[in-house]
């Protein structure tokens, strides 16, 4: 199966919201609220948050699992709103795999196929190609419960591919899987559809997960869009505190900007000016955000500090130190060769101004 022969299709959600009734007070709230979003034919995009942020409803609403009370969904164009599940050109892989324990891996990944009415030369071809794209060509006679949890995974990667939908849709596929099966997997999942070239939309609440397999990252929090961009935009551009707390560690350190200097803002830090590449052009209160890997520490610097904890990761040295009354965490990349500081010693931080990034308060 050397490629999808459909053309992949986009979605476009146009203002959905889902509203269930709360059991305990028996009001109505919104699970998910006014969601507007357009999804390129052939992305990969990941919609990601904490437990409860309306991620998953809105995947299921997407699939028809689930139906807007209000917005409209389509696909390729086409409102969906009012088709059935399998009535849209999309295919779900479950967290749970959902595998048939009686049928072996080729009757499993033919079994859409045969719901179709397909005939069995091309089902044959079919499930064939597609086994050998997931790597499972070799098992075609064994039953699921003689696989592991990675194989089981590909297995129903395959037979959501092998009916050539749209669009894939992912509902957590990788939470069921040890730490090092998880990032394998995601890798072959990215590889498969950038393979067929079809569009993909994938829940996680793994930050990592999503920055490592998304073209876009949809970050939402209570219902609604927190921010939407690229893993690059939303990690370095943050549009909020909880934004870029949610994707990977952050400082934030309280600051005043008094002025501008070409490209670069002005900020006043516990009485030491910095430079921080900005548009900002007003004066006041803000807070400067700081990647624990984008700051460096020397006997000399931008920011006097106290080294409060220093810890060697193999791969880094890990530092907490303290800057005024800020805690601030530096990730000291291939610390071999170079000063190690220790606990109680006195430092200074630096960083350089696009590494860094404003926020209002």
Excluded: W
Aim: glycine share 8%.
């Amino acid at each position: 199966m050397a490629a999808n022969k459909k053309e992949p299709k986009g979605v476009r959600l146009d203002h959905i919201s889902k509203i269930y009734k709360d059991p305990k007070t028996g009001k109505d709230f919104y699970a998910v609220h006014d969601v507007a979003l357009d999804i390129e034919p052939g992305s990969f995009v990941t919609l990601l948050g904490p437990s409860g942020c309306g991620k998953t409803t809105t995947l299921r609403m997407i699939a028809g699992f689930e139906s807007p009370d209000e917005g409209e969904i389509y696909l390729g164009g086409e409102p969906i709103n009012e088709l059935t599940p399998n009535k849209r050109d999309t295919a779900m892989v479950f967290q749970s795999y959902a595998l048939f324990p009686h049928y072996n891996v080729f009757d499993n990944v033919a079994y859409g196929l045969r719901l179709r009415k397909v005939p069995k030369d091309e089902i044959q071809e079919r499930v064939t190609n597609i086994l050998k794209l997931v790597e499972l060509s070799d098992m075609e006679q064994r039953m699921t419960n003689q696989l592991s949890g990675g194989q089981q995974q590909r297995v129903a990667l395959a037979r959501a591919l092998v009916v050539e939908p749209g669009v894939l849709l992912f509902d957590e596929p990788l939470s069921n899987l040890d730490a090092k099966l998880r990032v394998q997997m995601r890798t072959e999942i990215r590889r498969i559809q950038q393979a067929l070239g079809i569009t993909a939309i994938y829940v996680t609440h793994d930050q990592s997960e999503a920055m490592a397999i998304s073209d876009n990252i949809i970050l939402m929090k209570g219902g609604v869009i927190a921010q939407m961009g690229s893993p690059t935009e939303i990690y370095y551009h943050p549009n909020s505190e909880f934004v870029a707390d949610f994707i990977g560690e952050c400082n934030f350190l309280p600051c005043t900007v008094t002025g501008r200097e070409g490209n670069d803002v002005i900020a006043d830090v516990y009485g030491h000016p910095v430079k921080v590449l900005s548009e900002r052009d007003t004066i006041g209160s803000a807070e400067i955000v700081l990647r624990p890997e984008a700051i460096e520490i020397a006997d000399q610097g931008q920011l006097p500090c106290k080294v409060e904890l220093s810890c060697f990761m193999g791969s880094y040295q890990n530092y907490h130190v303290r800057v005024g009354d800020t805690l601030v965490k530096i990730a000291d990349n291939c610390p071999i060769g170079r000063k190690t500081y220790q606990v109680g010693d006195e430092a200074y931080i630096s960083f350089r101004s696009e590494c860094a990034h404003l926020l209002a308060t």
